[in-house]
């Protein structure tokens, strides 16, 4: 997989800088060079060993959006963080991750580089080291969601580098997200969700779900189907075993539509065994899956 002469980075990520909420009084460019920055650092750094082709980049968006700017080039923000897959024999793109980080501060002076090194994430900085940091730790979410998707277990050494990045996560005051007590959806958890071997079976229901599923599903549509239906029974193990877990929220969102569709033409059996499973796992999407699968 992804092995090819042609070198191309990971990620085809779109970066986009939203600071209408920010006064005037502060001079906008510096946004403007913030987001050719970021665009820089997510699309040129190499976050892995693999050699992708260039039609092998994952397609991401990160929006972060500015809510205020602080003393001392420091800034309060929120991160929308997305990124999608593509079907076999489909120009569909199935949606990887969506989800939305709330509480980032970060430092940025203009024109100043945005670096990363794996070795020394805190930094000599930590409001500068904060912002390359959470942005290398949704480059490695990705990438692992992505190898997931395509090998089994194939994602295991990105989420491993994503928390190493928590486990060494720059402090300050105000900087949140790192630690289990910051929240209960946040970076901490959803690490720890994705490389908690009582949540294995997440890894399989990933690989269930796009390789044996949707990516079957043009071609042999029964088979597609099952594969899909294999996943869900998958995340209703672990479900049953620690309901409402942040990582089976996480692998829902976005995703009401294509799962329905699915199913839509499945023989009664598989509806309804569907709409079984759905209607534990997915609440709020219930109203689709009853409309599209009663």
């Not at 500015?66 to 793109?93: G, K, T």
């Not at 942005?135 to 580098?161: C, H, M, P, V």
């Not at 946040?186 to 990933?206: G, P, Q």
């Amino acid at each position: 997989l992804h092995a090819n002469e042609m070198k191309a980075q990971e990620l085809q990520a779109t970066i986009s800088v939203i600071a209408n909420r920010v006064p005037s009084s502060v001079d906008h460019k510096i946004f403007q060079t913030l987001q050719t920055a970021l665009s820089n650092f997510i699309n040129t750094h190499k976050w892995s060993n693999e050699t992708f082709q260039i039609n092998e980049r994952i397609v991401c968006n990160f929006s972060l959006n500015i809510s205020s700017a602080l003393d001392n080039n420091e800034f309060q923000a929120s991160l929308i963080v997305q990124a999608a897959r593509p079907v076999f024999n489909s120009s569909y793109q199935s949606p990887l991750i969506n989800f939305m980080d709330d509480n980032i501060i970060f430092r940025y002076v203009e024109f100043q580089p945005i670096e990363f090194n794996e070795n020394r994430v805190q930094g000599s900085e930590p409001f500068a080291a904060n912002l390359s940091a959470i942005f290398a730790y949704y480059a490695y979410t990705i990438l692992g969601l992505d190898f997931d998707s395509f090998s089994l277990r194939g994602g295991d050494t990105y989420f491993q580098k994503a928390q190493n990045i928590v486990n060494n996560a720059p402090e300050g005051a105000n900087i949140t997200g790192w630690q289990a007590f910051d929240g209960i959806r946040n970076r901490y958890w959803l690490m720890e969700n994705l490389t908690n071997s009582k949540y294995a079976l997440v890894h399989d229901a990933f690989y269930n779900y796009y390789r044996q599923g949707l990516d079957q599903i043009y071609d042999k549509e029964t088979d597609g189907r099952n594969g899909i239906l294999n996943a869900l029974s998958q995340l209703n193990t672990v479900n049953i075993e620690t309901p409402n877990t942040m990582i089976l929220q996480l692998f829902f969102q976005g995703k009401g539509n294509e799962i329905s569709k699915a199913f839509k033409k499945g023989d009664p059996d598989v509806k309804n065994r569907a709409l079984d499973l759905l209607t534990k796992l997915d609440v709020s999407n219930i109203n689709l899956y009853k409309q599209d699968l009663q």
